[in-house]
């Protein structure tokens, strides 16, 4: 099982199916390995499916499917089924894949290794005009890749998740520093490719990251000092990623168009105006926000899920974080701070990640899936190793996430009521 999931992952991210002279063979190699590694699990015996993710991903499904129906659509519902099924699948295979802790770190040193290869082919692009791909740069200046990264802003989005498990890896040492050596060199490649990318989002997204990773270990005050200084500083770059103001063209357009969504959710409050038909309904321009595309074309219930179910993936981490089992052998002790330190690079791969997703529409990507998928894996083993840490039940939040969702509307609404005035 575990095999072909990390095989599945590797053709997700560096999509070799995908190249120009591959890509008219045929070979649904993705469903394929998806399969293969869900025959294998299966017969498992070693199945839990008491986590609260299992039951909110189906219904997040089930709401996009009805979504359609309720907007006049029947075949769509069979459509979500299977555009949205396999992410719903590999998400199921890969959390159950995953348990093992050395499997954790094995599938974080896949995506950082695949990633590198993206950033390499950018490189690539930049040096000669063209990438081993066939891919030309986007705009004449950005980095881009195939399939599911063919946009700059995708790229980045792959690399400011990858970024913290590059981090850890590099930490661990070992090979008389060759592997610390290898992983840094890793790190270095995924940051020069969100320079490359020249993604706005991205880079709000590492100060993101860098102000959590100063918080947890400085404390508020200079995290906040960080962040100011660093957004500071990028206004101050000469290239477009020194353009965030609300009032530039593109961050105008944005907040336009999370005005539509919070429009469109005003006027279709139960289940929105179907997955898909966004642009449709906005002269063919995109959400820029997931949360607000979400919110929009599933509405009130299937944004209720959603944001339950990506809440959860923070709430786990931060839950090992906080924990403090009573230790007192060496070696126990040690094995906590391994496992303190693979929550801390989840978090942070999660802060990164949906930082960026603010600013784009990627609510269904299957990046997102696997990302909440190796979140919930490396939990369910944590909590067989130390069983002290809190078993997280739907039950006990059911008025939770309706309340936060309510909430998260009208800070979002009144969030872009300011920047509607401010621009």
């Known amino acids: ?46 199945k839990d499916l008491s986590a609260p993710q299992y039951l909110l991903l189906p219904a997040f499904l089930l709401v996009l499917m009805v979504s359609q129906i309720f907007n ?89 998740m990858a970024l913290p498990m590059a981090m850890y890896l590099a930490s661990r ?24 990318t020249s993604s706005r989002g991205a880079l709000l997204a590492l100060i993101s990251v860098l102000g959590v990773w100063v918080w947890r270990r400085r404390g508020v005050m200079m995290a906040a000092i960080l962040g100011a200084g660093a957004l500071g500083g990028v206004m101050m770059l000469p290239s477009r990623m020194g353009e965030i103001d609300a009032g530039e063209a593109s961050a105008a357009g944005r907040v336009d168009a999370w ?11 139960l289940f929105g105006i179907g997955p898909g038909n966004f642009a449709d309904n906005n002269f063919n321009l995109t959400a820029h926000n997931s949360f607000v595309l979400v919110i929009a074309e599933t509405g009130f219930f299937g944004y209720v899920f959603w944001l339950a179910f990506v809440c959860y993936g923070f709430m786990m ?9 009573e230790l007192t052998e060496p070696a126990a002790i040690a094995e906590w701070k391994t496992e303190r330190s693979i929550a801390m690079t989840l978090l942070l791969s999660q802060v990164g990640f949906y930082t960026a997703t603010f600013f784009l ?63």
């Open 1 to 46: 099982m575990f095999f072909f999931m990390l095989l599945y992952l590797a053709f997700v991210l560096v999509r070799p199916q995908d190249y120009p002279d591959w890509e008219n063979l045929g070979i649904p190699i993705l469903p394929i390995l998806l399969v293969a590694a869900f025959l294998f699990w299966l017969p498992s015996r070693n």
């Open 72 to 160: 006049g659509w029947m075949g769509g519902a069979i459509a979500q089924l299977s555009s949205f099924g396999p992410a719903v699948l590999a998400f199921l295979v890969l959390s159950h894949a995953t348990v093992d802790r050395k499997r954790v770190v094995t599938t974080m040193a896949m995506i950082v290794a695949c990633s590198a290869v993206l950033s390499v082919h950018g490189i690539e692009q930049v040096r000669d005009g063209i990438g081993w791909t066939g891919i030309g740069l986007s705009q004449e200046t950005r980095i881009q890749y195939v399939g599911i990264f063919n946009d700059p802003n995708d790229l980045g989005l792959l690399f400011i």
């Open 173 to 196: 040492g070992g090979l008389l520093g060759l592997r610390r050596l290898f992983w840094w060199t890793g790190g270095g490649l995924l940051l020069y490719g969100i320079y490359l």
């Open 259 to 269: 005005y539509s969504g919070m429009e469109m959710f005003v006027a279709h409050p």
């Open 317 to 325: 981490m931060l839950a090992v974080l906080r924990h403090e089992p």
């Open 361 to 423: 529409s990627r609510s269904y990507v299957i990046l997102l899936y696997l990302l909440a998928a190796l979140v919930l894996g490396y939990y369910v083993g944590a909590r067989q190793r130390y069983p002290g840490l809190p078993r997280f039940e739907l039950s006990r939040d059911l008025v939770r996430w309706p309340l936060a969702a309510v909430g998260s509307i009208i800070g979002l609404y009144l969030l872009v009521k300011i920047l509607l005035v401010t621009s």
